[in-house]
């Protein structure tokens, strides 16, 4: 990639064509000080470029080379019998902690595997998604430093956070020991700084967690137009939201509302149909609820995810089921990781 390419090209090729994916890293990774900043969902250029052409090479939309990224984190390149990407091992695992099952999705295991961390010692700190404190459901990227912060902002918003701002927070901060969890488009970007050896931000990610994601949705229009306008539900009641065939929203009264998924598909963000990766691909631990209940499939990638995992498991913060049990959850990952591949836009 030649030196005198920077913003602009990134901008024409991919920020103006719609295929961003909103993550950030260019953002945070640019070396001048007030150059870019995030507004949006998407990077904005505030001062003069110089050209240094990093943006470029951190951007998961841009130059996309797969490949090359498997032979860094798994020694190997995926192959046609890797349907959802290399893996060490598959696990369907919940946590034991009441306060975690109550709050997180699924089977709270995100939540748990931070929550091990920490106690450990293994990390200082985890990134994950938050809400923002003075508009309800509209999700923010957050750095969490206990317990009771990964509790708190546990669960899943369908509507899109950039966790990799919070990267920069989190260096800032002093944190030497991170935790990144995003879905697929942030694992790649996360993984292309590591390829490109910007350790100013990758040398603290100790361990990486992605999240299965078909599509994010706007927030404007799934919670603003559907949800508060459309169904008249006041989003300070909304407690917790959940795909399981149909949109679940459950309300602080006790109430579930259902909603079919043909009446959400109208605020599927675009941007999602040039992504390929459902199951988070390249992160070390990948989760996901699907054909579960209150259980979430896990997938060991990793050396290093194999290591983080047993040590939750030698604590006893999870209980499992067979693997065996759940037949349909991996035709149904199979199939779901599939549809994504091959619906997925060309991106050059």
Same mark, same amino acid.
């Given at each position: ?14 920020? #103006?064509?719609?295929?961003?994916? /909103? ?12 150059? !870019? ?6 990077? %904005?250029?505030? /001062? #003069? ?18 490949? #090359? ?29 009441? $306060?975690? !099952?109550? $709050? ?17 010692? @293994? ?51 002093? @944190? ?22 910007? $350790? ?11 999240? =299965?994601?078909?599509?994010? =949705?706007?927030?404007? /229009? ?8 459309? @169904? ?15 949109? @679940?929203?459950?309300?602080?009264? /006790?109430? %579930? ?10 605020? %599927? ?12 691909? !390249? ?34 913060? !999870?209980?499992?089921?067979?693997? #065996? $049990? ?23």
């Amino acid at each position: 990639m030649s030196a005198s390419l920077g913003f602009d090209n990134l901008m024409e090729n991919v920020v #103006e064509t719609g295929i961003c994916s /909103g993550c950030g890293a260019c953002v945070i990774v640019c070396p001048f000080k007030n150059i !870019l900043k995030y507004s949006n969902e998407r990077p %904005v250029l505030v /001062g #003069e470029c110089k050209n240094c052409s990093i943006c470029l090479k951190v951007c998961p939309r841009n130059n996309i080379q797969d490949d #090359e990224l498997e032979e860094l984190i798994f020694g190997r390149r995926k192959t046609s019998d890797d349907l959802f990407g290399i893996f060490k091992k598959i696990y369907v695992s919940r946590s034991m902690d009441e $306060k975690i !099952l109550k $709050k997180g999705q699924d089977g709270g295991v995100a939540s748990t595997i931070l929550t091990s961390a920490l106690n450990s010692g @293994l990390i200082d700190g985890a990134i994950v998604s938050g809400v923002d404190p003075f508009t309800p459901w509209l999700p923010t990227p957050l750095v969490v430093k206990c317990r009771e912060e990964i509790i708190g902002n546990a669960g899943t918003r369908y509507t899109y956070s950039s966790n990799i701002i919070a990267l920069k927070k989190a260096v800032n901060d002093g @944190l030497k020991k991170i935790a990144f969890v995003g879905t697929p488009c942030q694992i790649l970007a996360i993984r292309r700084m590591q390829k490109n050896n910007l $350790k100013k931000f990758t040398r603290p990610i100790v361990f990486t967690i992605g999240l =299965f994601c078909s599509e994010s =949705f706007s927030y404007q /229009g799934l919670m603003i137009e559907k949800i508060q306008k459309g @169904l008249s539900i006041d989003l300070n009641d909304v407690v917790k939201m959940n795909i399981k065939g149909r949109m @679940l929203v459950y309300l602080r009264n /006790g109430h %579930v509302v259902k909603i079919p998924l043909k009446e959400v598909r109208k605020y %599927v963000q675009q941007k999602c149909s040039y992504c390929n990766d459902f199951s988070a691909e !390249l992160a070390d631990i990948s989760l996901g609820g699907i054909g579960l209940n209150k259980m979430t499939l896990t997938i060991v990638r990793t050396d290093k995810g194999q290591e983080v995992f047993n040590q939750v498991i030698s604590n006893d913060y !999870l209980e499992f089921e067979p693997l #065996e $049990k759940f037949d349909n959850s991996l035709k149904l990952l199979k199939r779901l990781s599939l549809i994504k591949q091959k619906k997925r836009k060309n991106v050059t």
